[in-house]
């Protein structure tokens, strides 16, 4: 049961809520629309604040729920560090809708969360201090995964939590190579508090 944990973790994580909260609430699809990314951001430029809350809640909860049900069932960190991995993964690649999923910020903070509340805390401080002096949302996504390793490195010194860390680190940078070019030249949509 315990190494079915990783399959069932990208299951859940392949759940995408932001197509979901769209459909609830009759919105159009966040893969149609806006910058086509099924994320919190697209959400709530398209639909506003509460669709974008759903659709956040249900981005963290991927991450968290995995991670500790794995933690309940065994202290392996090996096995805990492939179930956040695996949820992390279905987020971008879920295979229910056809392996085009977000940018995974939101679960990433979940598994960070669920791993370790202190590094979780870290780094959604990070992420408000970088959103609120830039008023990027990608931009404090890219600088917070770039600290996210030294974070797990200093509070979480496991090496399966620290291969994670870079793993996570290096697929949300990727993930947001469109947002950075945006950024470069000065494109980039900034967040309105």
Do not use: C
């Not at 994580?13 to 459909?23: F, N, Q, Y």
């Not at 919190?40 to 991927?62: F, H, I, Q, S, Y």
């Not at 202290?75 to 279905?90: H, K, L, S, Y």
């Not at 805390?121 to 600088?143: E, K, P």
């Amino acid at each position: 049961m315990i190494y079915l944990l990783p399959i069932l973790g990208y299951l859940l994580g392949s759940v995408s809520s932001a197509v979901l909260v769209s459909r609830w609430l009759s919105l159009r699809d966040p893969r149609t629309v806006g910058s086509g990314n099924p994320g919190t951001t697209n959400v709530l430029r398209e639909g506003g604040k509460l669709p974008a809350a759903l659709t956040l809640l249900g981005d963290v909860l991927k991450g968290v729920v995995p991670v500790l049900v794995a933690r309940w069932l065994t202290d392996d960190t090996v096995i805990i560090a492939a179930v956040a991995g695996a949820a992390f993964i279905g987020h971008l690649y879920p295979v229910f809708f056809q392996f085009k999923g977000g940018k995974g910020v939101a679960t990433a903070a979940g598994v960070y969360l669920a791993l370790n509340p202190i590094v979780g805390v870290l780094l959604l401080i990070t992420w408000l201090a970088v959103a609120g002096v830039s008023r990027y949302s990608s931009l404090a996504a890219l600088l917070t995964s770039v600290v996210s390793p030294l974070y797990v490195w200093i509070l979480m010194p496991a090496t399966a939590y620290l291969v994670l860390s870079v793993v996570l680190a290096a697929l949300l940078i990727w993930r947001h190579h469109t947002n950075i070019a945006n950024l470069i030249a000065g494109t980039e949509n900034k967040i309105e508090f």
